[in-house]
C-alpha cells in the first residue's frame, strides 16, 4: 500500500484547486461573453485604450507613406462628425488619419504635427469661434506618444488589441461595477455604449439610444450656461481669440511651401433654444477677421449651404444617420477648393 506523506497530499490538494478555480474562470469568462453577445447585443468596445490607438495613428504621420495624408485634428465635433468610411471611398488615393481627441482642445496636436519638418501632407483642424484652440488640452497624447510610446508599449498594446477586438467581456461596458452602477441609477440592466468606436479612432454616436438620449438635455445647459458667461466678455476676448489663433501661421506657411496644405473648419453647431442667428456675432468679430489675415483655407458651416442644413442633435455633435451625407458635402468643398483631388499623385 502506497503511502504519502503530507506534502504530496497537500499538493494534490492545491492542484485540485488551481483546476476547478482555472474552470471557474473559463466558464465565467465564456459565459459573460454569450450573454454579452447574444443577450444585451454586446460589440467589442476600446474606448478606454485611447492613447494606444491615438498614438498608432499618431505614428503613421511619421512613417514613410506614398499616399498624401490627411491628419484630422480637433475636438468631438470632428471624431463623431467625420465619417471615414465615405472619406475612403471617396479619396482612396489618401492615407486618412483622425487625430482629434474628444474633450479637449487641439492645441497641442498641431503644434506637434506642424512640427515635423517634412511633413507634406494635409491638415484639416475643426475649431469654433466660440471656445479657444491653442491650450494644451491634448498635451498627455502628444507626451505619451513621444515619452512612452516604445516597443515594450506597442507590444503590449498589438496583445491587448487582439482581445479587446474579439471578445466583448474586455469592454469597459461590460464591467459589472459599471452595469451595477447603471442598474442603480436607472433601474435597468444591459448598459450599452451610446457609438461605435473604430480602431481608426473614428466614433459614430447614434442618438437613439436611451444611453445618449440622457446626455442631450444636459449637453444643452451647458452650452447655455457657456453663452452666458462669454456675453460681457466677448468685446475684450475677441482680440485675444485672434491673436492666439495667428500664433500658428508662420508654421502653417512652411507647411504650405513644402507642398502642404492647411484648413480650418468650423462644424456644424446649433443654438440649443434655436437662436442660430446670435452665433453670426461670433462669425462676424472672430472668424471673419481671422480668416481675412490668415494664409490657411477656412470653411465655415454658415457659408455653405449644404453643410448648413445638418443639424446637431445635443448642440455640438451630429448624428449617426447624417454623417454620410455631412462628410460627401464637405469633401465637395474641399475638391472645389482644390484641397482634395481626385487624381492624387
Known amino acids: 500500500m502506497e503511502i504519502r506523506n503530507n506534502s504530496e497530499l497537500l499538493e494534490e490538494k492545491w492542484r485540485k484547486k488551481i483546476w476547478i478555480g482555472l474552470g471557474l474562470f473559463i466558464f465565467s469568462f465564456f459565459s459573460v ?3 454579452g453577445r447574444y443577450c444585451f447585443g454586446y460589440v467589442p468596445d476600446i474606448s478606454n485604450s485611447d492613447f494606444h490607438i491615438w498614438s ?7 512613417e514613410p507613406n506614398s499616399r498624401k495624408k490627411v491628419v484630422l485634428i480637433g ?5 463623431r462628425g467625420f465619417n471615414d468610411e465615405v472619406f475612403k471611398q471617396e479619396f ?5 488619419i483622425q487625430l482629434g481627441i474628444v474633450g479637449s482642445y487641439p492645441g497641442a496636436t498641431l503644434s506637434d504635427i506642424l512640427s515635423i519638418q517634412d511633413f507634406n501632407g494635409i491638415i484639416i483642424c475643426d475649431i469654433n469661434e466660440f471656445l479657444p484652440f491653442w491650450e494644451d488640452g491634448q498635451g ?3 507626451n505619451f506618444y ?10 503590449n498594446w498589438a496583445i491587448r488589441k487582439h482581445f479587446i477586438l474579439n471578445f466583448v467581456t474586455f469592454s469597459p461596458v461590460v464591467n459589472p461595477v459599471n452595469q451595477l452602477y447603471e442598474f442603480l441609477r436607472t433601474g435597468q440592466m444591459g448598459l450599452q455604449s451610446f457609438e461605435s468606436i473604430k480602431l481608426d479612432r473614428t466614433r459614430l454616436a447614434d442618438f437613439r439610444r436611451p444611453a445618449l438620449k440622457r446626455l442631450i438635455e444636459p449637453r444643452k445647459r451647458r452650452f447655455m450656461q457657456l453663452a452666458e458667461l462669454g456675453k460681457g466678455l466677448t468685446e475684450q476676448l475677441d482680440p485675444l481669440w485672434i491673436e492666439n489663433a495667428m500664433h500658428y501661421e508662420k508654421e502653417i506657411e512652411h507647411l504650405q511651401n513644402r507642398g502642404g496644405k492647411f484648413v480650418y473648419l468650423r462644424l456644424p453647431l446649433n443654438h ?4 442660430d442667428a446670435s452665433l453670426y456675432r461670433f462669425k462676424k468679430h472672430r472668424w471673419d477677421k481671422f480668416s481675412a489675415m490668415s494664409k490657411a483655407t477656412f470653411v465655415h458651416t454658415l457659408e455653405f449651404p449644404e453643410l448648413a442644413r445638418f443639424k446637431t442633435v445635443d448642440t455640438v455633435h451630429l448624428d449617426i444617420s447624417d454623417t454620410p451625407a455631412f462628410t460627401r458635402a464637405l469633401l465637395n468643398i474641399l475638391r472645389n477648393k482644390n484641397i482634395l483631388s481626385d487624381h492624387n499623385a
Open 33 to 35: 461573453e454569450f450573454l
Open 56 to 62: 498608432a495613428q499618431r505614428q503613421r504621420v511619421d
Open 75 to 79: 475636438a468631438s465635433a470632428i471624431v
Open 92 to 96: 482612396p488615393d489618401y492615407e486618412y
Open 140 to 142: 498627455d497624447w502628444v
Open 146 to 155: 513621444h515619452e512612452s510610446w516604445n516597443f515594450s508599449e506597442k507590444i
Open 272 to 275: 440649443p433654444e434655436g437662436d
